[in-house]
T-cell receptor
Framework: KAGVTQTPRYLIKTRGQQVTLSCSPI?????VSWYQQTPGQGLQFLFE???????NKGNFPGRFSGRQFSNSRSEMNVSTLELGDSALYLC???????????FGPGTRLTVT | KQEVTQIPAALSVPEGENLVLNCSFT??????LQWFRQDPGKGLTSLLL?????REQTSGRLNASLDKSSGRSTLYIAASQPGDSATYLC?????????????FGSGTQLTVLP
C-alpha cells in the first residue's frame, strides 16, 4: 500500500506570494490533517478534513486555508506569505477516529 | 488545553544500552497516545499507537506503556543501535475537538554512539 504523498517536496517563495501544497492520503483513508513544524514552535495543528468537510481548525490566521476533494486528496493554501511561514508542512491521514495517523514526508517551504 | 512534555530533551547513549523516554500529558481524557520517530528533515514515522484501554504495546525492540491516571507514557528501547538515532515524539489528541487533532511534545533527540 502506498504511503501518504506530498507535493512538492521543496518550495521557495517570496514574501507576499501565495502557495498551494498537496497531500494524497493512503488509499481508503478519509481523514487528512495538516501540521506546521518549526524549530521554535514545534509541531502545530493547522486543520483536519474528513469527507470533504473541515472538522477542526487550529489557531492559525485566515491566510491558511485548505480543502479536500471527493477522492480524499487535500490541498492547503497560504496567501500573502510571511517570512515566519517558512516551515516543514506535514500532512497525515487516518482511517477513522481512533486509528493510527500516518504522516507524509512533508513539504519544506522557504519564504524569502 | 492539552499540554505534552517530553523528558529528556536530548539523550546520548552507547550502542547496546536499554533506554527509556518519557512523555507526560495534562489531560488524562485521551483516546490514544502515539509515538513517532523523526529523522532530520524528514516526516514522522509512526512507531506505536496505544489505545486508552490498553496499558502497553510492543513492536520489536520497542515497548510503550500508558498510565492514563497519572498522565504518563514511556517508550522503552532495548539494545539500542546507531540506526535508532532520531528525534522521538509522543502525541495525544487535543482536549477538545477531533481525536485526529494531535498535540505533540517537543521531542527527545536520541543519539546512539557506535
Amino acid at each position: 500500500k502506498a504511503g501518504v504523498t506530498q507535493t512538492p517536496r521543496y518550495l521557495i517563495k517570496t514574501r507576499g506570494q501565495q502557495v498551494t501544497l498537496s497531500c494524497s492520503p493512503i488509499s481508503g483513508h478519509r481523514s487528512v490533517s495538516w501540521y506546521q513544524q518549526t524549530p521554535g514552535q514545534g509541531l502545530q495543528f493547522l486543520f483536519e478534513y474528513f469527507s470533504e468537510t473541515q472538522r477542526n481548525k487550529g489557531n492559525f490566521p485566515g491566510r491558511f486555508s485548505g480543502r479536500q476533494f471527493s477522492n480524499s486528496r487535500s490541498e492547503m493554501n497560504v496567501s500573502t506569505l510571511e517570512l515566519g511561514d517558512s516551515a516543514l508542512y506535514l500532512c497525515a491521514s487516518s482511517f477513522e477516529k481512533d486509528s493510527e495517523q500516518y504522516f507524509g514526508p512533508g513539504t519544506r517551504l522557504t519564504v524569502t | 488545553k492539552q499540554e505534552v512534555t517530553q523528558i529528556p530533551a536530548a539523550l546520548s547513549v552507547p550502542e547496546g544500552e536499554n533506554l527509556v523516554l518519557n512523555c507526560s500529558f495534562t489531560d488524562s481524557a485521551i483516546y490514544n497516545l502515539q509515538w513517532f520517530r523523526q529523522d532530520p528533515g524528514k516526516g514522522l514515522t509512526s512507531l506505536l499507537l496505544i489505545q486508552s484501554s490498553q496499558r502497553e504495546q510492543t513492536s520489536g525492540r520497542l515497548n510503550a506503556s500508558l498510565d492514563k491516571s497519572s498522565g504518563r507514557s514511556t517508550l522503552y528501547i532495548a539494545a539500542s543501535q546507531p540506526g535508532d538515532s532520531a528525534t522521538y515524539l509522543c502525541a495525544v489528541p487535543a482536549s477538545s475537538g477531533s481525536a485526529r487533532q494531535l498535540t505533540f511534545g517537543s521531542g527527545t533527540q536520541l543519539t546512539v554512539l557506535p
